[in-house]
């Protein structure tokens, strides 16, 4: 069974620094593309950025790209989302998800709440 479980949220100021973090198991991370999508109070599901399977290229959602970075531990089965320089528009639930497809299978999810 695929299990997803995103950490490391919190409430901050703008301008702070957060980084999430989301365990794997339940399959053969080392071969599978991975996600982080959000979803904002009342919007749907925002894909924020991807990292291929060996962690060598990432990409990401204009309205973040420049101050979130997201890697992976393949040797622990981990992935994060370090943010940077958080706005109020960054306020949501942050998921992981397994790849390819996006969403993809996510976990619970974790909140993060940007106060200005």
């Known amino acids: 069974e695929v299990q997803l479980e995103e950490s490391g949220g919190g409430l901050v100021q703008v301008g702070s620094s957060l980084r999430l973090s989301c365990a794997a198991s339940g399959f053969d991370f080392r071969i599978f593309p991975m996600n982080w999508v959000r979803q904002a109070p009342g919007k749907g599901l925002e894909w924020v950025s991807t990292?291929?399977?060996?962690?060598?290229?990432?990409n990401y959602a204009d309205s973040v790209k420049g101050r979130f970075t997201m890697s992976r531990d393949n040797a622990k089965n981990r992935v994060y989302l370090q943010m940077s320089s958080l706005e109020p528009e960054d306020t949501a639930v942050y998921y992981c998800s397994r790849g390819p497809s996006i969403p993809g299978i996510r976990g619970q999810g974790t909140q993060v709440t940007v106060s200005s």
């Open positions: 990292v291929n399977a060996l962690g060598t290229f990432a």
